[in-house]
């Protein structure tokens, strides 16, 4: 059997075989031989070939039976027509005795080690054949000290081999440079940085080496290559949209450990600190182990039963006396796909709403609405893979080193290489620092730099005129708007140079493969919808679109922002974007589900927040999400929850939201329950249960079901793939996806009947036919029209690795002592004027409020622009951002806030 990759025939201990392009001796091996054993110490799947320990030689010969020479068959290319030999007594002889000199400056304290019986070198030696030493025992490595001062990390050089596999791992895999190899020979030893400590050193805890190391000289406090588990169970990641998939290590019922698959489609045996360590919140002290029903101002435990009554009750009189419109409830994208599902199947055919919504609306909803009005889908066009495959990437209003970190470990490989790289954000980004260009426009600029950039395209000629002319449609209209703006006036918007801009146009516009990336620093703003579809534009111009390595790939924030939406949630749209208010579509969901559907106009999240202010929204169910600390205007925020007759929070921990609730049902977190997420890259992938809820914990699924049953409504118990098979009845895109053929890696949607996904979208047509060209003239933003003058200041909002939106999760865990507080960053040009020094207490005020917050002075943000994030309640940095929303969409306003600053008075205290 041959195929187009193959060169010739090679030979393995005398049978021949097919040569692939691109084979090492070992990767020929192990696809045919798998069962030959050749051993390896420095070889790992997800690193490059090294050859530093040679213990995987085999002899090469060019002739059969002719004279052969010793190769390193992990990096050595196979040579057509060569015999190879794989256990030979010269090769069993040279892997003895190399292992025996590694095994001389090594501890033998095997039966007490952590990696007892999963030890690389320990296996290896077995194999060999070592029985005994028969060198001196070295002294260098044996009396070195534990670095022990790390949350997460740990590092006992008495047991290094030198393989190097931690170095290339913090190289290779993420890119942060951290480790590398000090003095020569024996005295040869990893060192962190300039020879600090773990903890003292620029370390991300991704925990890469430990995994990639071969023995226990670099490892973990929970001992992740331990073998005393019971069992280990694959399921993904709870916190961002980049969908790792874990594999977790179960001992007595516990969590003990988590490790990253090296055959996962989205990782490959990565995940940062927060998928690989921050999992103890699961059954931390402060979890909720009971209903609580607020009685006379206090909340107080009930039974199951009893909260569910008492809900039905005050949810049916609400709907007798005020009608269902009266009612509302907001989804979460912490949620499973078939607990979302069930969300909205329970505010729309138990209530008989359409308002319901999700947390997508404050940070993807103008990616969903641009998207699909340019292309016909709200989602991404092609896969995480395809970075393999272009060459340039643009990434506007995204830090995806701190909010993507496995994707952003990525690009950040791919600007190291020197490859194109275009970043525009006000924020000097750990990406921007190794970009081609960085474009450090002013906060609420997106669209009219965007508009410079397909400005100076079609200046220089470099549209691709043949896919506009088959593919799209409104280019010539789109063309005259672009074409009569000023580039001056442009540049003096933006705080960007013209000739920096069109160095950057050309550069994207020039490459065979361009692909974009955006964030939230491009949905959070008035115009979010708009810059949405001006990178639409872009790709469409330059003909981006519908290959690998091209596209528009939105970042989303949390697990499961892409299924949420998917599912329904969202008042204008029900499971599968099917139009909630079209007459005949609502005919088939009332067909489905056998009951009355609503078809009136349904509530957003922050038209919700105004009905309840003006007395017209009774009810607000809330699934996991906490809006009090998330969403903007916190003042407003609690007026609404505060006016509200019934509130009920769904919740793992009290949050600041559960100080208004009427009732709090505890729900169970990720490891303890099984459904879907859906990924940034469309990617459904299986959540599986691994360890039983907490005692009187249920799953949301699960409480969703209950209520729907105690409302009357015929709802089975929450069983995934039940909820699973009756979505794909429902949401085209979900035809062919069932539970069982997921798999461990998941499905692309669309999924096709027959089982089949989609890496690429819009490959031959778009969704709504042909791409539409859409032009904007830039606005600036209400908030510094109004406040401007009187507030000077821009403040934007970020997050930071170690922690997810309000910390909920992860301040419950060790990451906290690693990222202890908020800070606000400041340029120091603005730190002189105001007299503020690094570490300052800064009071920074807007139009709505005035919080106190820690300074950094760094260049890394402009001058008149400040940036911080909202992880810790204490700060509360929502209680300044503004009531502005993307004018389609209705995303807040989050990057751009008018404040004013001075150095403040108080005393800082330190968070905990």
Not at 366 to 387: C, H, K, V, Y
Request: proline letters at 4%.
């Amino acid at each position: 059997m041959t195929n187009k990759n193959s060169l010739s025939t090679t030979f393995i201990n005398g049978e021949p075989y097919l040569v692939e392009h691109g084979d090492t001796i070992l990767s020929f091996i192990r696809r045919y031989k798998a069962n030959d054993f050749v051993p390896t110490l420095c070889d790992a799947p997800n690193l490059e070939p090294f050859g530093a320990c040679r213990v995987c030689s085999v002899e090469v010969g060019l002739q059969k039976d002719g004279p052969t020479r010793i190769q390193a068959s992990c990096h050595t290319p196979v040579i057509p027509g060569s015999y190879i030999y794989t256990d030979t007594e010269k090769i069993k002889r040279l892997r003895k005795n190399i292992i025996e000199l590694v095994l001389t400056d090594h501890p033998l304290d095997c039966l007490t080690c952590e990696v007892n019986n999963n030890c690389e070198l320990q296996t290896v030696a077995g194999k060999v054949g070592i029985r005994a030493v028969r060198y001196a025992e070295g002294k260098n490595h044996l009396d070195r000290q534990k670095d022990l001062s790390h949350p997460y990390m740990t590092m006992d050089l008495s047991k290094c081999i030198n393989c190097y596999r931690c170095v290339r791992a913090c190289d290779e895999v993420q890119g942060e440079l951290v480790l590398s190899m000090a003095g020569r020979g024996f005295d040869s030893k990893i060192v962190k940085g300039d020879n600090v400590s773990f903890l003292d050193s620029d370390c991300v805890s991704c925990g890469a080496c430990a995994q990639a190391c071969p023995t226990s000289a670099i490892s973990d406090v929970y001992e992740s290559k331990s073998v005393a588990f019971d069992k280990k169970i694959r399921t993904v990641c709870t916190y961002c949209g980049v969908g790792c998939n874990l594999e977790v290590s179960i001992l007595n019922e516990k969590v003990k450990s988590i490790q990253a698959p090296f055959d996962a489609e989205v990782n490959q045996g990565h995940t940062c600190l927060k998928g690989r360590f921050a999992f103890s919140f699961y059954n931390h002290p402060d979890r909720i182990t009971t209903p609580l029903i607020r009685k006379n101002g206090t909340l107080v435990p009930s039974t199951w039963d009893e909260a569910y009554t008492f809900i039905s009750s005050k949810l049916l009189e609400i709907k007798k006396n005020y009608g269902p419109d009266a009612i509302a409830g907001i989804s979460s994208a912490r949620c499973t796909n078939e607990e979302n599902y069930l969300m909205q199947k329970f505010i729309r055919a138990v209530i008989g709403t359409n308002n319901i919504d999700c947390c997508a609306r404050v940070c993807h909803s103008p990616t969903a609405l641009g998207m699909q009005r340019s292309f016909g889908t709200g989602a991404a066009t092609n896969s995480i893979e395809d970075i393999k495959h272009t060459d340039c990437i643009l990434v506007i209003g995204a830090n995806p080193t701190d909010g993507h970190p496995v994707t952003g470990a990525k690009l950040k490989q791919f600007a190291m290489k020197g490859k194109t790289t275009i970043v525009i954000d006000p924020r000097r980004t750990e990406i921007a620092r190794y970009a081609t260009y960085h474009l450090p426009l002013k906060p609420g600029t997106n669209v009219a730099i965007l508009n410079m950039m397909l400005y100076y395209i079609i200046l220089e000629g470099l549209e691709d005129e043949k896919f506009i002319e088959t593919r799209t449609e409104g280019y010539q209209e789109f063309k005259q708007h672009i074409q009569s703006l000023n580039m001056d006036d442009h540049a003096r918007i933006t705080g960007v140079s013209k000739e920096l801009v069109q160095k950057a146009s050309i550069a994207y516009a020039s490459s065979k493969n361009a692909m974009s990336f955006h964030g939230l620093g491009v949905t959070e703003h008035t115009q979010g919808s708009y810059t949405v579809m001006l990178i639409s534009d872009l790709a469409m111009i330059t003909g981006n679109i519908g290959r690998p390595g091209v596209g528009v790939n939105p970042l989303r924030g949390q697990n499961n922002v892409q299924g949420a939406a998917d599912m329904g949630c969202q008042p204008h749209q029900g499971a599968g974007y099917l139009s909630a208010y079209d007459p005949e579509i609502n005919w088939q969901f009332e067909n489905f589900y056998n009951t009355k559907m609503p078809i009136g106009k349904g509530l957003k999240i922050p038209e919700m927040f105004d009905a309840s202010i003006k007395g017209n929204l009774k009810a607000l169910w809330l699934m996991g999400e906490d809006v009090v600390q998330t969403d903007p205007n916190t003042q407003k925020v609690i007026k609404a929850m505060e006016n509200l007759e019934l509130l009920v929070v769904q919740e793992l921990f009290l949050t600041e939201t559960s100080k208004y609730a009427t009732v709090i049902l505890p729900g169970a977190s990720f490891l303890e329950k099984s459904g879907t997420y859906t990924n940034g890259e469309r990617r459904i992938q299986r959540v599986q249960k691994v360890v039983k809820p907490i005692s009187g914990t249920k799953s949301d699924g699960q409480i969703i079901c209950d209520i729907m049953n105690v409302m009357g409504f015929d709802q089975c118990d929450y069983d995934p793939s039940e909820i699973l098979k009756e979505i794909s009845q429902i949401v085209p895109f979900f035809a062919g996806v069932t539970w069982q053929n997921l798999g461990d890696s998941g499905k692309q949607w669309p999924v096709l009947p027959d089982g089949t996904d989609t890496k690429i979208l819009h490959t031959e047509t778009f969704k709504r036919g042909k791409g539409k060209f859409h032009h904007f003239d830039w606005k600036e933003s209400n908030e510094i029209e109004k406040y401007g003058q009187d507030y000077p200041y821009i403040i934007t909002t970020n997050r930071e690795l170690e922690h997810y939106n309000a910390g909920t999760m992860t301040r419950r865990t060790r990451n906290v002592q690693i990222l202890t507080e908020d800070i606000m960053m400041i340029h120091p040009e603005d730190a002189a004027r105001h007299f503020i020094d690094d570490g300052d207490l800064v009071c920074v005020e807007s139009p709505r409020g005035k919080i106190d917050i820690k300074a950094r002075i760094t260049d890394e943000v402009r001058p008149g622009v400040l940036s911080s994030t909202f992880h810790f309640p204490e700060i509360m940095l929502n209680n300044i951002t503004s009531d502005e929303h993307d004018t389609e969409a209705m995303c807040p306003e989050y990057k751009v806030v008018a404040v004013k600053i001075r150095k403040s008075k108080g005393k800082y205290k330190e968070s905990i």
